[in-house]
């Protein structure tokens, strides 16, 4: 299996426009995450689903973020309108079960000016 | 509030040289506690797990271990080498819940 893929790799946006992060989870794998990583927070938990439902919202920061998984294989994390406070890595990672290790994707480099 | 602390914030050492890195919680009720590794610009990496009845677990160089009681783990890296640089965070999980408590990380710079 090749992991955890996410798209792009880096981003740079001017404030205001609109950034879709994508992620491909590990194949049977239940859970999917959404983290940020700052140098000032470490890894945040912004969002979780668990069989393609989001389970748990409460990390998203404010309403210009959203969250879907469409189906097993696929998920994307937009922000609208991006702000350079958004600055940060992404991070998506799939688990097999309740409990279970998190695999973690290789990450975005979001940097919004 | 569950709360995942760890020490050094940051910690310098030669190569060749064993070092121990440590992490507090307050994770409540505690399922098992994970070391990751995070190596520049890449995402974390579970280097070991530790369940509540265990007090250490070994993988090659690196050895966790858990006192439940304190409920204090540390990360013990053997011989370091150049590739031990990276960031270690620990990650505690509570029974019946998905999201996991992070630590902030410890930033391990071995220099030859």
């Known amino acids: 299996d090749a992991g955890v893929i996410q798209s792009p790799r880096h981003e740079v946006t001017e404030m205001g426009q609109e950034v879709t992060l994508r992620c491909k989870p590990i194949?049977?794998?239940?859970?999917l995450f959404w983290y940020r990583q700052t140098m000032m927070r470490g890894l945040e938990l912004l969002i979780y689903?668990?069989?393609?439902?989001?389970?748990?919202d409460s990390g998203m920061p404010e309403d210009r973020f959203s969250a879907k998984m469409p189906n097993a294989s696929f998920s994307t994390l937009k922000i609208q309108p991006s702000e350079p406070r958004d600055s940060a890595v992404y991070f998506c990672?799939?688990?097999?079960?309740?409990?279970?290790?998190?695999?973690f994707g290789p990450g975005t480099r979001l940097l919004v000016l | 509030k569950n709360q995942v602390e760890q020490s050094p914030q940051s910690l310098i050492i030669l190569e060749g040289k064993n070092c121990t890195l440590q992490?507090?919680?307050?994770?409540?009720?505690?399922?098992?506690l994970r070391w990751y590794k995070q190596d520049t610009g890449r995402g974390p990496v579970s280097l070991t797990i530790?369940?509540?009845?265990?007090n250490t677990k070994s993988n090659g160089r690196y050895t966790a271990t858990l006192d439940a009681d304190t409920k204090q783990s540390s990360l013990h890296i053997t011989a370091s080498q150049l590739s031990d640089s990276a960031s270690y965070i620990c990650v505690v999980s509570a029974i019946g819940n998905e999201k996991l408590t992070f630590g902030t990380g410890t930033r391990l710079t071995i220099i030859p």
């Open positions: 530790m369940t509540f009845s265990e």
């Open positions: 990672a799939s688990s097999l079960r309740v409990g279970g290790a998190q695999y």
């Open positions: 992490c507090n919680y307050t994770v409540s009720p505690f399922s098992n």
């Open positions: 194949s049977g794998h239940d859970y």
């Open positions: 689903f668990n069989n393609n439902v989001p389970i748990d």
